[in-house]
Every structure is written in structure tokens, then in C-alpha cells.
């Protein structure tokens, strides 16, 4: 593990895919998912999609997006990822639930991850901090509350915070759209 971790710049152009199982367990992931995060194809098929988290994400992020994907909802996020030698990169992720062809029923979940902008990461990370230290106080449900409150004090919600400090509309929006049609 590298004792000074530093951030991988990504690719304006190129995007990270992966597929997994309803448990989380990878069943896809395209090359630049695994030149991006320093694991081999073999190492990440069949690992828990957790095997790239970030110590600094707070886990009710994680929580939420789980809730929302068992319901059937698609979630976006502004992610910190850790590669294999413990450098790290910030990418928009759009969830989503993936469905067997002739049943209907849900088989997996896509993830659609591309460059962060600067301006999301630099909202997101004293938000990230706090969520943090009240997950090690008081623990993940004390940090769920303060992210409700958090929004409800911006008058927002969750879905149109993140889609506004993602500039999720115009361009980025089709591009998300495109991608869900591609690897549907």
C-alpha cells in the first residue's frame, strides 16, 4: 500500500463500468476500471464492489444508495474511490438496477462512473468529514440524521443536490442516458 497516497487523475473522455450481482460481487467491469484502480480483471470478478471503497466515505452514503437500489431506484454520487496501491480518485456514479431480459426481476446493478468535477469534489468533502466523524461518534444512523437535516436546511433534496453539483442536465445527463441504453 502506498504510504503517500496520491490522486489519479482520470480521464475527461473515457468512463468506468462494472456490473454486479444484487450481493455487490463484481460480474463485469471494462479495462479502464481496471487500469484506473491498479486490480486485474481476475481480482476484481467475483470480489465485493467494496473492494475499491474509501476509508473516507461515510458509510451512509453506501447506506442510501443500497436502500434506493432495493426499491428499484437508480442513485447518483459523487464517490471517493481507492485503488490497489492506496492512491485514490473522485468519480459521478450513476446506480442503477438491472433487470433479467424476459422476467423482469432484478439480477444486478450497473454503475456508470466518470471524472467528478472539481466543484462537486470541493463541496462534497467537509460535507464527507462531518458525515465521518459523527459515523465514529455517535454512529451511521446519528450521520443519516445530520445528512436529512443537512438538505432540509438547503431546501433540497438528496437527488437534486447531487444533480446540481454534478451538473447532471444538458450534456452530462445524455451521457449518463446514453451509457444506461449501451450496457443495458
Not at 20 to 25: F, S
Request: aromatic residues 14%.
Amino acid at each position: 500500500m502506498n504510504s503517500n497516497p496520491k490522486e489519479i487523475k482520470l480521464s475527461n473522455v473515457l468512463s468506468i463500468y462494472s456490473r454486479t450481482d444484487l450481493k455487490g460481487n463484481i460480474t463485469y467491469c471494462n479495462s479502464y476500471f481496471t487500469e484506473v484502480s491498479g486490480y486485474t480483471e481476475k481480482e476484481l470478478i467475483g470480489s465485493p464492489h467494496n473492494i475499491i471503497r474509501h476509508p473516507d466515505m461515510p458509510k451512509v452514503i453506501f447506506k442510501l444508495m443500497w436502500e434506493r437500489l432495493r426499491q428499484n431506484k437508480d442513485i447518483l454520487a459523487v464517490v471517493k474511490n481507492r485503488s490497489k496501491n492506496g492512491d485514490y480518485y473522485w468519480v459521478t456514479t450513476l446506480f442503477e438496477t438491472k433487470y433479467h431480459p424476459f422476467e423482469k426481476r432484478p439480477e444486478g446493478y450497473l454503475a456508470i462512473r466518470q471524472a467528478a468535477p472539481k466543484k462537486a469534489v470541493e463541496a462534497v468533502i467537509p460535507l464527507y468529514k462531518k458525515l465521518l466523524q459523527i459515523e465514529h461518534r455517535d454512529g451511521i444512523r446519528a450521520s443519516e440524521e445530520y445528512l436529512l437535516n443537512y438538505f432540509k436546511e438547503k431546501n433540497t433534496d438528496y437527488d437534486t443536490y447531487m444533480k446540481e453539483l454534478v451538473e447532471y442536465k444538458g450534456i452530462g445527463a445524455k451521457f449518463f442516458d446514453s451509457m444506461r441504453k449501451m450496457f443495458g
